[in-house]
């Protein structure tokens, strides 16, 4: 299971003053960090970037890149600054993400192709609302898979992105026990090995104790490994969270287990 680090977002005082002034020290040492934590890739969230989206992506694309050759996953809603990410990222990059939202099958889908990257698919309406369960989320995965394919996507670039919903939500566990299903089916549903990556931040979203919050988000990881989920994206910074995805893929993982190899 890989780990993608979340902790790179615009949202942080810090990393947008950075952008804002081109600075790249606090993004390199926050990657950094990150990397020595155990992050199996970056997705860089800058947001919507209304300002300069261009060159403020291509900042931080060579700002990330200049301390990491790991894969990257471009997190904008903003096409221009997308692409500008794609021509500036060298190695591997991932496109977070798109939906049957119109503008982003119009405007993101098509560079996947355009850049032969992969490309995270949500499980979301085209209103961007999320589905209310297993059903409805399998519904809206075979009309993505079909807008996908249409658009002349290879499968082996898709990537589905369940949707992990808030826990405070007022459904929110049974929601997010549907999506352990969603992802053990998807495969029989659309007829290849589907990859899957979940928000795993998701989970606690809003107002809560920060400590019982990392352990929702621990207990909850083992039961997305052992459902078949391909990627994690969280905080790599929360280190029992890390310690405990390991830990996932020694005991699910086909390599005779050994204690010096763990």
């Given amino acids: 299971m890989m780990l993608v680090s979340d902790n790179l977002q615009i949202t942080h005082p810090d990393i947008d003053r950075a952008v804002r002034t081109l600075d ?13 934590a155990g992050a199996d890739a970056i997705d860089i969230n800058s947001g919507p970037l209304v300002r300069e989206p261009e060159k403020k992506m291509a900042f931080l694309v060579a700002a990330v890149r200049s301390v990491t ?16 990410g794609l021509r500036a990222a060298k190695g591997r990059t991932v496109i977070n993400g798109f939906s049957l939202e119109p503008a982003k099958l119009e405007y993101i889908l098509p560079l996947a192709g355009k850049y032969d ?28 898979f079909e807008a996908f394919q249409k658009a002349g996507g290879n499968p082996e670039r898709l990537i589905i992105d ?3 919903a808030p826990v405070m939500w007022e459904n929110g566990n049974r929601q997010n026990m549907a999506i352990l299903s969603v992802i053990r089916t998807l495969p029989d549903l659309l007829g290849f090995p589907v990859r899957t990556v ?3 931040s998701n989970l606690t979203t809003g107002p809560g104790p920060r400590d019982r919050k990392r352990r929702l988000e621990a207990a909850y990881l083992p039961m997305l490994a052992e459902a078949g989920l391909t990627m994690a994206l969280m905080n790599v910074l929360h280190t029992e969270t890390v ?18 190899g763990w």
């Fill in 162 to 164: 369940p949707i992990v």
């Fill in 198 to 200: 979940a928000g795993l």
């Fill in 243 to 260: 310690q405990t995805a390991r830990a996932c893929e020694a005991l699910i993982g086909d390599r005779i287990f050994t204690w010096a």
């Fill in 69 to 84: 050759d790991l894969p990257v996953f471009l997190d904008t809603t903003n096409p221009k600054a997308m692409e500008a």
């Fill in 117 to 144: 990257v992969d490309i995270i698919g949500y499980l979301l309406y085209p209103n961007s609302h999320v589905p209310g369960d297993e059903s409805e989320r399998l519904g809206v995965a075979v009309t993505l």
């Fill in 24 to 36: 790249p020290a606090p993004i390199q040492d926050l990657v950094r960090r990150c990397v020595a």
